[in-house]
């Protein structure tokens, strides 16, 4: 083995010497980016970055659409690359919401609170800014955003003199009295496979029933009385009747496709969802609106999860300069406003009133107003942990094979453990 | 093989013995590098706790397997592993020898038949994973609207693993089928013609000559099926994340969740040990089998 690590880092070496000559060159910094949906902005982006910037080149590589995936190559290409002053081979990243504490955690991430204007975040919404932000520092930018919203048959609702349900049996009573009329239409559909969706289902059960899956003190589902409403919620739904069976395996796509088609009353899904149901060939087109989730008990908000993505910089870049200043970039204003032309929400509050923008999503200022109150999922490090964890108990509640009390109890157990290792 | 116990060795047998170590050596040291290497490391990095992103490494012993005594996790995804190994394998290689008998005895478009088998085998197990999401489509898939029912195939916990199995059934049995339709087709007629002049029947000929003919090679493929239903992981990885209710959750799929997701190393690769193991007895159980049945011969 010996030999071969020498080899190797002889290797390492003269790649390294040959890339050190090259320094008189404009820094070219590279981009690693989740593929974008429909007519990529990209390189636009970039071609506007650059013609700023004569000094700096960039490069743009696109990673797979799975976010599984994605975080793998990360992760593989950043912790291999530690302690060996050579970089992963990229700067500037796209990165989930969820995985910003833990790449920060990991040492992967350029520490950005220095390079940033006092209240620079202010312009983003305050969970798109949270979600930048761990142990009091700012590890990256926000770029775009999604949260969790209730669409509605507007249509239906009407032709049943119906207002739009605002709590639990609001909606049970819509569903119930839609049904009479239409026996085949579905109720209410959510994510409830067993995947990062059933936790965003799940975190926003807990919220509604005003307690967390994370204790502001690290304990796992701190409330137990709490969580079991929680777990319960989900179960009641398709006991219940309100929602079908079938959403125990259903992820974003089934369900969009489900309302998109006509075939279901009410829906939880992302913002992205409403660009597709506006689109000329939906079936539901003009006939969708958008609500804040149902609250499950009064006087406790009902926030959305969000999601969407920031930029990170690697620490180990050899342009940290270039890489702020692109990554500036495609958080500015300008940038974001070109993304919100296509399919993508952008994070700064103010292009939800951009009139340019307004011609052709009118719906933005609603999601406005829900994106305020939503709420990042748990910022920790160990984010990944917690949800994969707590994905096969929160499944065993809602298909109804553990009680509330017993998944509650299980999930716990789990993640204790985990958690354990951490100290 | 003669015994050379005490018997002194020529010069001319010790240089040969030089040799044919000088020989061996190379394929030792690269199998001993490429796999007892890193399955060494992965049993000691099971005795640790390693979480890179924490920057935590250090030893806990046996810590980890303690914890799968009560983990209720692991004791569903060893249940999980193990029911869809036995059945699928066992519902495989009945199929498959019966596919293979039919096409044996088929006259026209035999080779049609063959390109079909081979087709399902050679896709991609993330390809056959996605063809049957959209089969197993709750509201417009095309087995609810075969059957007529409106069945919750991936989201019912008694349906969901039973519903795996069928797809991993039907991407795997033509590897079965192929393997016995070659040795069907190396059997003498003669045989066959023996057995018809000594009076015996159909089922008596299935029972009594080519099933036994076949077993060497069915004994074969069982073990290659067999280690490989133990180590699944795309179908349920792609078509039920291992849910509903963990019930199609297998050990691959936890160590995967463990080791790639969440990044617990030292935790991950304990259930990577597991697996290990369980492979482990199992092909040495076969091979016994395997090499009884040499003797016998």
Redesign the interface.
């Known amino acids: 083995?010996r030999p071969i690590a020498a080899a190797l880092a002889a290797l390492l070496l003269l790649a390294g010497c040959s890339e050190r000559a090259s320094t008189d060159a404009p820094p070219t910094i590279v981009f690693k980016h989740a593929r974008m949906f429909g007519d990529d902005p990209v390189p636009r982006l970039v071609a506007a970055f650059q013609a700023k910037h004569p000094g700096v080149r960039v490069a743009t590589e696109a990673l797979g659409s799975g976010a599984?995936e994605q975080?793998?190559f990360f992760?593989i290409n950043l912790?291999g690359a530690?302690g060996r002053g050579r970089g992963p081979g990229f700067d500037v990243m796209m990165l989930d919401v969820i995985w910003v504490p833990?790449f920060a955690?990991?040492?992967w991430l350029l520490d950005l609170t220095a390079a940033l204007a006092p209240g620079e975040l202010d312009a983003h919404f305050p969970a798109a800014a949270d979600a930048a932000r761990w142990n009091g520092r700012v590890w990256a930018l926000p770029w775009n955003f999604n949260a969790g919203v209730l669409y509605y048959r507007a249509d239906l609702l009407a032709s049943h003199d119906l207002p739009v349900p605002r709590t639990d049996e609001a909606l049970a009573r819509a569903v119930a009295t839609v049904r009479d009329t239409h026996p085949k239409l579905d109720g209410y559909v959510w994510q409830?496979?067993?995947?990062e969706g059933?936790t965003c289902n799940l975190l926003e059960a807990l919220w509604a029933h005003d307690t967390s899956l994370l204790g502001p003190d690290g304990a796992v589902l701190p409330d137990g009385a709490r969580a079991e409403a929680g777990f319960a919620r989900l179960r009641g739904w398709i006991e219940r009747g309100i929602s079908?069976?079938?959403?125990?395996?259903?992820d974003e796509e089934?369900t969009r496709r489900?309302f998109g088609d006509g075939?279901a009353l009410f829906l939880r899904n992302w913002f992205y969802a409403m660009d597709l149901f506006e689109a000329e060939d939906s079936a539901v087109r003009g006939r969708v609106g958008i609500a804040p989730l149902p609250r499950a008990r009064d006087g406790v908000a009902a926030p959305g999860a969000t999601g969407g993505s920031l930029l990170g910089i690697s620490r180990a870049t050899r342009h940290p300069a270039a890489a702020i200043a692109f990554a500036r970039y495609l958080a500015s204003e300008e940038a974001q406003r070109v993304l919100a032309g296509g399919s993508v929400l952008p994070t700064r509050r103010a292009l939800y009133h951009d009139p340019a923008l307004l011609a052709k999503r009118p719906h933005l200022p609603r999601f406005h107003d829900i994106a305020l109150a939503a709420r990042p999922r748990p910022v920790t490090?160990a984010y990944?942990?917690l949800s994969?964890g707590v994905?096969?108990e929160a499944?065993?509640a809602?298909?109804g094979?553990?009680t509330p009390a017993r998944a509650v109890a299980?999930a716990r157990?789990?993640l204790g453990?985990?958690l354990r290792?951490?100290r | 093989m003669p015994s050379s116990g005490r018997h002194r060795l020529t010069r001319r047998e010790r240089a040969e013995r030089r040799a044919a170590i000088a020989f061996v050596t190379p394929a030792v040291v690269t199998l001993a590098?490429l796999t007892a290497a890193p399955a060494l490391w992965v049993f000691w990095l099971s005795l640790r706790?390693r979480?890179?992103?924490?920057?935590?490494d250090r030893f806990v012993g046996g810590a980890h397997y303690a914890?799968f005594a009560t983990?209720?996790?692991f004791w569903s995804a060893l249940r999980v592993t193990g029911t869809f190994t036995l059945v699928s394998v066992a519902i495989e290689l009945v199929l498959g020898v019966a596919v293979a008998l039919a096409l044996r005895g088929q006259r026209i478009g035999r080779r049609t038949a063959l390109a079909l088998l081979l087709l399902a085998w050679a896709l991609p197990g993330v390809v056959t994973a996605r063809v049957f999401e959209w089969l197993y489509?709750?509201?417009a898939g095309l087995v609810n609207v075969v059957l007529g029912a409106q069945l919750?195939?991936?989201?019912?916990?008694s349906l969901?693993l039973p519903a795996l199995i069928a797809a991993d059934v039907w991407r795997t049995m033509p590897f079965v089928a192929l393997f016995c339709y070659a040795r069907l087709l190396t059997i003498p007629p003669a045989v066959y013609e023996a057995a018809s002049v000594d009076g015996a029947g159909a089922v008596a000929t299935l029972r009594f000559v080519t099933l036994p003919m076949l077993a060497p090679v069915l004994l074969v493929t069982m073990l290659f099926r067999t280690l490989d239903a133990l180590r699944a992981f795309d179908i349920m990885y792609v078509l039920?994340?291992?849910?509903?209710?963990?019930?199609t959750?297998t050990l691959t799929v936890y160590a995967y969740?463990s080791l790639?997701?969440?990044?617990?190393l030292?935790?991950g690769s304990a259930l990577g040990v597991v697996v290990f193991a369980l492979v482990m007895l199992v092909a040495a159980a076969y091979l016994g089998v395997l090499r009884r049945q040499d003797r016998a011969a």
């Not at chain 1, 079908?244 to 259903?250: D, K, T």
């Open positions: 083995m599984d975080h793998q992760v912790e530690g833990e955690r990991a040492g409830g496979k067993q995947y059933l079908p069976a079938w959403v125990s395996a259903a089934l489900a075939r490090p990944l942990m994969t994905q096969p499944s065993a809602l298909v094979v553990k299980d157990r789990q453990y985990a290792g951490l | 590098a706790e979480l890179p992103v924490f920057g935590i914890f983990d209720p996790r489509q709750p509201v919750n195939w991936l989201g019912d916990p969901a039920t994340g291992g849910g509903p209710a963990g019930m959750e969740r790639f997701q969440t990044l617990r030292g935790f």
